[in-house]
């Protein structure tokens, strides 16, 4: 049974940075792509960035492009998500996603989800 937990949010001003982690339990994490997702209050989750099963092809959404970055230690089963410049609108619910193949979708086409950790941010 995989197992995801994330880490790292909380409340931050504009303009300011949090860094995630999700920390994967069970399974084989080297063999899963990961992806980070968001949903915010009363919206339909959304992408936000993923990357195959080495880190070494990422993709970011268009509305983060250029603030927020994902890798991977896999040594660690963990990815993260490096958000600078936040703005108020990246206030959400962030989700940590696994999918049981080397090759990262930016879609919801996921099979493990975490229960998400709370990003809020101020003007």
């Known amino acids: 049974q995989v197992q995801l937990v994330e880490t790292g949010g909380g409340l931050v001003q504009a303009g300011g940075s949090l860094r995630l982690s999700c920390t994967a339990s069970?399974?084989?994490?080297?063999?899963?792509?990961m992806g980070w997702f968001r949903q915010h209050t009363g919206k339909e989750r959304e992408f936000v960035a993923a990357?195959?099963?080495?880190?070494?092809?990422?993709y970011t959404a268009n509305s983060v492009e250029g603030r927020f970055t994902i890798s991977r230690d896999n040594a660690k089963n963990t990815v993260y998500l490096q958000m600078n410049s936040l703005k108020p609108e990246d206030t959400a619910v962030y989700y940590c996603?696994?999918?049981?193949?080397?090759?990262?979708?930016?879609?919801?086409?996921?099979?493990?989800w975490g229960r998400g950790t709370q990003v809020t941010v101020s003007s």
């Open positions: 996603a696994a999918r049981n193949n080397i090759v990262a979708v930016t879609n919801t086409n996921y099979d493990y």
């Open positions: 069970g399974g084989t994490f080297s063999l899963y792509a």
């Open positions: 990357t195959n099963w080495n880190g070494g092809r990422t």
